[in-house]
Structure formats: structure tokens, C-alpha cells
């Protein structure tokens, strides 16, 4: 009977375990603490010994903080995620985790984050703070709900983790450093508004007034075109400054964007849910690309 019960408590510990991992959303804060990374790397200025310790503190605030943020939304979201096909099946609706549960996973999440940040100076602090409140009260709290710029306004706290890392590592943020960030608050609403047009119908049911859903599909298509436009233009000049002695490394991040463009651009103007599906995908892989290629290659010119 002990055995049987260590067994079924074993089992019941790890499904635990999974459920939480799933209620994070592993590919969110993976991509947030990728995005940390570079911003360390980038701000790494190649005299002495890398700072490992501090770029991997920093990288764990970051993806602690994108944790703790995706917890408290979620419960903010709970009634909107019950009601859409493509979320309700989620731990929260299904009652799979208890709000309660949900947000003691945020606060300590969230505190580890800060108290993290705050060891590596004022201005990480600061900044891991903003993202934190554009994303759970000024995005999730007041504007989801309330108009189809709320994705615009919670822009802010995806460029944080490239400001952080690399004020994480040293100040001031160079040019090259705050046009990254800028190139990730353009990259959002292409994300975001790309797949909310695949599921429109699921935001409709919800009653979230996202661009595609409240939008005419004139206004939607030309909004997102100029969305794409202003991603590109940031990426060309970001693109000179990140590989300025890397003239092969311009032209492969230029002809990136580029491609990003067309895709991006054709789908706001001829929009259907094949290329909403289609742009979205290569929106996630320009920016996964562009992170990956900034730390492996780590070679900037300060």
C-alpha cells in the first residue's frame, strides 16, 4: 500500500509539474529570455571575460518576469480564454489549476524577476518593472477589452527584455540596442494581428475588439501594410548598426526583412486565413533567426 500510494503521488506530483509548465506557456518566456540574451550579447563589449553570471541572471529575470506576467493575464483572461475555441482547452478554464494557484505562481515568479533585476542595477529594475505593468494592466487590464490598439499599447513590454539585458551588462543602451527593441515593439502587432485574423471568429465570441474583428478589411490590410513597412525601415537601419563591419551579415539580415515584408504585405492586401497562418509563422522565424544570429555571431562593433 506505501508503494502504491509513493507511485500515485509520484504521478499525481509530475502531472502537476506538466500542467504548470503547459499554464506558462514555455514558448512565450523562451523566446522572451532568447530575447534577453541578445540584448546582453549585444551590450557585451568584448574587453575581459564574457559577464556569464550576470547574462544569465538577467536572462532568468526575464523569462521569470514573462512567467509571472503570462500567470496574472491568464487569470485576467480566464473568461475570454473559456469562451474561444482555440484557448478554452488551457489549465485555467478547464479548471485544470485554480485561480489561486495561478496567481501565487505570478507573485513569486514576478518577485524573483525583480529581486533579480534590482541585483544587477536601478535600470534593469526599472525596465523589467514597466514591461511588467504595460503587460498586465495596460494591456491585459485596461485596453484588451477596449480597443483594437491594445496590442500597440502592450507593445512596450516586448521591447524590454533587449533593453534589459543589454543595461543588464552595461549604460548607456546604445543606438543599435534601442533600435532592436523598437524592431520587437514594430514585429508585435504583425504577430499578434496576423493569427487573431486566422481565429477572428473565436475573438468575436469573446467580444475582444481586435483589428481584424472591429476593423474593415480596407483599414485592417493598409494598417498592417504600413505595420510592415515601419518593421522593415527600423530593420534596415538597425540592420547597418548591428553589422555595420559584417557587410554578408547586412545583406542576409536585409534580405530577411525583405522577405518578411513581401510575406506580411501580401497578406494585408489580399488577406485570407492561409496567409494570415503564413505571415504569422514567418514573423516568429525573422525574429527567432535575427536573436539566434546576434549570439552565436556576437561580434559587434561598439
Given at each position: 500500500m506505501h508503494i502504491e500510494?509513493?507511485?500515485?503521488?509520484?504521478?499525481?506530483?509530475?502531472?502537476?509539474?506538466?500542467?504548470?509548465?503547459?499554464?506558462?506557456?514555455?514558448?512565450?518566456?523562451?523566446?522572451?529570455?532568447?530575447?534577453?540574451?541578445?540584448?546582453?550579447?549585444?551590450?557585451?563589449?568584448?574587453?575581459?571575460?564574457?559577464?556569464?553570471?550576470?547574462?544569465?541572471?538577467?536572462?532568468?529575470?526575464?523569462?521569470?518576469?514573462?512567467?509571472?506576467?503570462?500567470?496574472?493575464?491568464?487569470?485576467?483572461?480566464?473568461?475570454?480564454?473559456?469562451?474561444?475555441?482555440?484557448?478554452?482547452?488551457?489549465?485555467?478554464?478547464?479548471?485544470?489549476?485554480?485561480?489561486?494557484?495561478?496567481?501565487?505562481?505570478?507573485?513569486v515568479a514576478v518577485a524573483g524577476s525583480l529581486m533579480l533585476a534590482e541585483a544587477l542595477g536601478t535600470f534593469p529594475l526599472l525596465l523589467i518593472a514597466i514591461g511588467l505593468i504595460d503587460n498586465i494592466v495596460i494591456y491585459s487590464m485596461l485596453s484588451k477589452r477596449t480597443t483594437p490598439w491594445s496590442i500597440v499599447l502592450g507593445s512596450v513590454s516586448g521591447g524590454v527584455p533587449i533593453w534589459a539585458g543589454y543595461a543588464a551588462i552595461r549604460l548607456p543602451i546604445s543606438a543599435a540596442g534601442w533600435l532592436l527593441g523598437l524592431l520587437v515593439?514594430?514585429?508585435?502587432?504583425?504577430?499578434?494581428?496576423t493569427i487573431a485574423y486566422a481565429y477572428a471568429e473565436d475573438y468575436r465570441v469573446a467580444n475582444v475588439p481586435m483589428a481584424p474583428v472591429v476593423w474593415s478589411r480596407r483599414r485592417f490590410g493598409w494598417t498592417l501594410a504600413a505595420a510592415s513597412v515601419v518593421l522593415f525601415g527600423i530593420a534596415l537601419v538597425g540592420d547597418g548598426l548591428l553589422w555595420h563591419r559584417q557587410i554578408a551579415f547586412v545583406l542576409l539580415a536585409d534580405l530577411a526583412a525583405m522577405a518578411l515584408l513581401i510575406i506580411t504585405t501580401q497578406f494585408a492586401l489580399q488577406p485570407s486565413i492561409l496567409r494570415a497562418k503564413q505571415a504569422f509563422m514567418a514573423c516568429n522565424i525573422y525574429l527567432l533567426l535575427l536573436f539566434i544570429a546576434i549570439i552565436a555571431v556576437g561580434s559587434f562593433v561598439k
Open positions: 500510494s509513493a507511485i500515485s503521488a509520484t504521478a499525481f506530483a509530475r502531472n502537476k509539474l506538466r500542467i504548470y509548465w503547459q499554464y506558462t506557456k514555455p514558448r512565450i518566456w523562451l523566446l522572451f529570455a532568447v530575447e534577453a540574451c541578445a540584448g546582453a550579447v549585444l551590450g557585451y563589449n568584448h574587453e575581459g571575460s564574457p559577464p556569464l553570471i550576470r547574462i544569465a541572471a538577467i536572462v532568468l529575470s526575464v523569462a521569470l518576469g514573462a512567467i509571472g506576467a503570462e500567470a496574472f493575464t491568464n487569470v485576467i483572461d480566464k473568461e475570454i480564454d473559456s469562451r474561444m475555441e482555440r484557448t478554452k482547452s488551457r489549465p485555467l478554464p478547464t479548471n485544470a489549476i485554480s485561480s489561486g494557484e495561478a496567481l501565487t505562481l505570478g507573485a515593439l514594430a514585429w508585435i502587432p504583425l504577430h499578434i494581428w
